[in-house]
């Protein structure tokens, strides 16, 4: 196999192996397994740039991409990288399983793991699936995505991206703007960037803040200038209209018009700053189409990145490398 030598580009020390069998969240990776994950998508970016973009390191494994919530960018993603990687892939969408029968997301997943599949990729509105799937699973299981829980291949893609721009994370100013009750997407940021280094704040409208803010590490605001002043990088997060039971805002309208991305906002900001959105976005809601397609937005950079993070993650966990026993 010709995967290419990994570089230790923050000089922390070096660890060959995740510490565990799958990967559920954030919260749960270490530092320096953080930044082995990001030193191997650097490696498996490399793969995706060559005439042929495919390496041997996963052949004769199987992964099933198992997606009970919409998603284009995470499930094509997961696919391009476990083709690139040579896996026999297969996906199954709620409505194509026997759940749209009434069976069980345990028993579907029981029956799929008597078929010996060695990954099993999930997407589901219920925070905690992957755990359950984890305890019952013999498979690795990752997160593509649990309910407001985490999210955590996004935010490993995100903090590449960063890096790749800024060279470093520690030590940035990170103000991340939106939907905060609601998202996944920021939990596993806030631990990812707390971890590495990074200076967050987040703001919001107060019916959107984070639950129980104070015991993350972050600074928080609803005055989008104090956020968004002085910042290295801007993260802005979707409102979660389907995720809301009763009036959270007044009006999209509103909101744009009080926490929306503007060029005139920008200029708050660090002169070279990025703008990052997870997608799917709101134009005219959480970000205005020039700032969008503006010459600051790495949104486009996010996507190209998920595919080396997720091979990287792929290939660490059922790989070459055999993992670590927790410590
Ligand atoms: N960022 C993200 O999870 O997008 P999808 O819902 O399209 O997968």
Redesign the pocket.
């Known amino acids: 196999m010709s995967l290419p030598v990994i570089p230790n580009v923050n000089e922390t020390p070096v660890v060959t192996a995740l510490r565990r069998k799958d990967l559920l969240s954030i919260a749960d990776l270490a530092p320096d397994e953080i930044s082995l994950i990001l030193d191997t998508a650097e490696a498996m970016k490399e793969i995706g740039l060559r005439p042929i973009k495919k390496v041997p390191a996963l052949r004769g494994k199987t992964v099933v991409n198992l997606f009970f919530?919409?998603?284009?960018?995470?499930?094509?993603?997961f696919e391009i990288a476990e083709k690139r990687l040579s896996a026999d892939t297969l996906n199954i969408a709620a409505v194509s399983s026997s759940v749209a029968k009434g069976e069980s997301l345990a028993d579907t997943t029981l029956n799929l793991e008597a078929m010996q599949p060695d990954m099993i990729v999930l997407?589901h509105s219920s925070s905690g699936a992957c755990h359950l799937l984890s305890r019952l699973c013999r498979s690795a299981i990752i997160n593509?995505?649990d309910g407001m829980h985490e999210?955590p291949t996004?935010a490993l893609l995100d903090a590449f991206t960063i890096r790749e721009r800024k060279k470093r994370l520690a030590g940035l100013k990170v103000a991340i703007v939106g939907d905060l009750l609601h998202s996944r997407?920021l939990r596993s940021n806030i631990y990812l960037l707390t971890k590495m280094g990074a200076d967050v704040w987040v703001c919001g409208p107060p019916t959107l803040m984070l639950t129980d803010v104070a015991r993350f590490g972050v600074h928080a605001t609803s005055t989008i200038d104090e956020a968004i002043a002085d910042s290295d990088v801007i993260m802005l997060l979707r409102i979660q209209l389907e995720r809301m039971e009763g009036a959270f805002l007044p009006s999209l309208r509103e909101y744009f018009n009080v926490f929306g991305m503007t060029e005139a906002r920008l200029r708050l900001a660090r002169p070279n700053v990025i703008v990052m959105h997870?997608?799917?976005m709101n134009r005219g809601v959480e970000i205005a189409s020039e700032v969008a397609d503006g010459p600051y937005s790495v949104i486009h950079d996010q996507v190209a990145n998920?595919v080396a993070v997720r091979m990287a993650v792929l290939y660490l966990l059922v790989g070459g490398v055999k993992h670590e026993t927790a410590a």
């Open positions: 919530e919409a998603s284009t960018r995470t499930r094509t993603s997407r593509a995505g999210h996004q997407v997870p997608g799917p998920g």
